[in-house]
């Protein structure tokens, strides 16, 4: 991406990202706005590599939020919705923030995580996204990730729409490993923890963490049998 204070010929032809950039400054930013940035986005003529550079775009303006803004997981979503290659690229992405979460600030994990939540839940990407994480070297910023989006899949509104989520990576045989860990990871760092006064949920918001997490814990086994001889 240009330094801000390189300033391009007029016969420079403008990149993917300067042209994403200056459709962002134009935007005020909020979810109202979507489906307008959206069609400019499909008006912009990009391809390939291009598109990539979106998601990137996206992602990057995302994280750098001072508070949270739904309007990138909202044009994410429409994005995810109209071809593939935006969620795979979307995908990629992620695992790249994933892997820098060491590095990048609370504010940007919360973010990103946040990020994911609308997209998880919006069916845009599956709860399997989160594979990539080493969930045998757990640390502090990856454990508040996670707890992060699993308490928040958990505890939505819409709890048919959370057990969905858990549904969509119930059967894949190669998803058997990161089933596992998810279940444990609900058991030790959400169920276990849940009573540390550092935790921000009431009485009745711990009863309801609980049985919810029992019906979770039934998707996630429920084909396990089937795996084993």
Not at 79 to 103: A, G, P
Not at 108 to 137: D, P, R, Y
Not at 141 to 158: E, G, K, P, W, Y
């Amino acid at each position: 991406m240009p330094r801000l204070e390189e300033k391009p010929s007029n016969k420079t032809v403008p990149t993917a990202d300067q042209k994403l950039l200056e459709l962002a400054r134009q935007q005020r930013m909020n979810t109202d706005d979507y489906m307008d940035a959206f069609e400019k986005l499909q008006h912009l003529g990009l391809k390939g590599q291009q598109e990539r550079e979106i998601v990137h775009v996206l992602l990057a303006c995302c994280l750098q939020e001072k508070t949270y803004n739904p309007y990138y997981a909202v044009l994410g979503q429409k994005l995810c919705d109209t071809d593939r290659k935006y969620q795979l690229s979307i995908q990629f992405s992620v695992w790249d923030k994933i892997k820098e979460l060491d590095s990048i600030s609370k504010q940007s994990t919360t973010n990103l995580a946040q990020f994911l939540i609308h997209l998880i839940m919006e069916k845009g990407l599956a709860l399997s996204v989160l594979k990539v994480i080493q969930f045998s070297e757990l640390n502090k910023h990856t454990v508040r990730f996670m707890r992060q989006i699993l308490l928040s899949i958990i505890m939505n509104a819409d709890f048919q729409s959370s057990l969905e989520v858990f549904h969509r990576i119930s059967k894949p045989p190669k998803l058997h490993m990161f089933r596992e860990s998810v279940r444990l990871f609900i058991q030790h760092f959400l169920i276990k923890n849940a009573g540390k006064k550092s935790e921000v949920l009431s009485k009745e918001e711990l009863i309801t963490l609980k049985e919810r997490a029992q019906e979770v814990e039934k998707i996630l086994t429920l084909h396990e049998s089937k795996l084993k001889f």
